[in-house]
């Protein structure tokens, strides 16, 4: 049997993209939190680990693994076979498997998809080595620039759409950020799972990257603190949108695709109204029922553009845009750019190249 390979081994694999890799833990094990790359194809279902658990509990570990041979042998014919093409699907015909700490259920996996005749790998420490290698990335974040501006005005386009290295906070986070910002089509990771979805987005990058302006908290889920402390230092490329583009923008993210997307008119509405009514507290008793009253007749209309605008331009001129430039106004960054879509896009293409090519910082540039 070939050696287990390090973890950061695997890590650098993982990058290359041209194998299977497998987590052979329960789903269970997997939603609490699991590496990007790697899919959950398990040697024992929760209900299973259950039992071998018990009887780990009860009567040892020598009877505990003839519980969960077992309990897998009328399934072991499938499994095998998914793992088996799973690596096959890969450029290089290979799985690379872990489980919790590369112990018994890993080696198990890995002696199955060797008799296949499949060549086969497994992670030395599991997934919990591989977390640890992991944990030690954002405690020294690359070189950040800092794309921020009003709400609306399209930093996640515009971060998506730029051939720059960079760190998409919101699509790790599966959120966009703000009270309305929940994905109605996939749920956020747990926090761990974000965590291993930042570190392996940081080593991508490599040692500078654009990240868009984001809080701390993201939705539920939390910036480590040595890459938000990075953040507030970091200069900043402010993006500026007329107001009437914010609108439309916001309309057509929240509102308008959600509904295209196959969401019922009925499931944005009491989404936007549940988000809405959790700002009562920040916009005032009277902001708050103006607005709610605006959005419930907004939804009773036809879904356009006109319909929604009130609500949307009032909750960005007296509450989003207000507390932007308040704590703007706080932060003491340097601004390296400012102008609409275009200019931004083609200022940080310069920027990143200037970078690249002699490693200093070239001056400051302003719309």
Not at 209 to 218: C, F, G, P, Q, Y
Not at 266 to 289: C, P, S
Request: hydrophobic share 40%; charged share 25%.
């Amino acid at each position: 049997m070939h050696p287990p390979i390090p973890p950061a081994e695997a890590l650098s694999l993982l990058s290359l993209g041209r194998d299977a890799f497998i987590d052979v833990r329960s789903p269970g094990e997997f939603a609490e939190g699991h590496i990007p790359g790697f899919v959950n194809l398990p040697v024992l279902n929760d209900e299973e680990r259950h039992r071998v658990g018990l009887t780990y509990k009860n009567a040892g570990q020598e009877r505990a693994i003839e519980t969960g041979h077992e309990l897998v042998e009328p399934a072991k014919r499938e499994r095998v076979a998914r793992w088996v093409e799973a690596a096959r699907a890969q450029p290089s015909g290979r799985a690379i498997v872990t489980c919790w700490r590369g112990g018994l259920r890993s080696k198990i996996s890995e002696q199955w998809i060797r008799e296949t005749g499949t060549d086969v790998l497994r992670v030395q420490g599991g997934y919990k080595a591989l977390r640890r290698e992991l944990l030690q990335t954002p405690e020294t974040p690359p070189s950040l620039a800092i794309l921020t501006g009003l709400t609306g005005t399209g930093k996640t386009k515009l971060l998506e759409e730029v051939p720059v290295p960079k760190i998409d906070l919101e699509r790790l986070a599966n959120h966009r950020g703000s009270a309305f910002g929940h994905d109605l089509f996939n749920p956020q990771p747990s926090q761990t799972t974000f965590e291993n979805r930042l570190a392996i987005a940081m080593r991508r990058a490599g040692p500078r990257a654009l990240t868009e302006d984001e809080s701390r908290k993201v939705g539920n889920v939390m910036l480590p603190n040595a890459f938000k402390e990075r953040m507030k230092t970091s200069p900043v490329i402010v993006l500026e949108s007329p107001l009437w583009a914010r609108v439309e923008l916001i309309f057509d993210g929240y509102i308008r695709e959600p509904i295209l997307r196959g969401k019922s008119k009925t499931e944005v509405r009491a989404h936007m109204l549940k988000q809405l009514d959790l700002l009562v507290k920040q916009l005032g008793g009277a902001l708050h029922a103006e607005l709610r009253a605006q959005l419930l007749s907004a939804f009773d209309s036809e879904t356009t553009l006109e319909a929604h605008s009130d609500w949307i331009r009032g909750l960005l001129l007296r509450h989003y845009d207000p507390r932007y430039r308040h704590a703007f106004g706080r932060q003491e960054r340097k601004i390296l750019f400012q102008g609409d879509y275009y200019a931004c896009h083609q200022f940080l293409i310069y920027w990143f190249n200037e970078l690249a090519k002699n490693g200093g910082q070239p001056e400051m540039v302003r719309a």
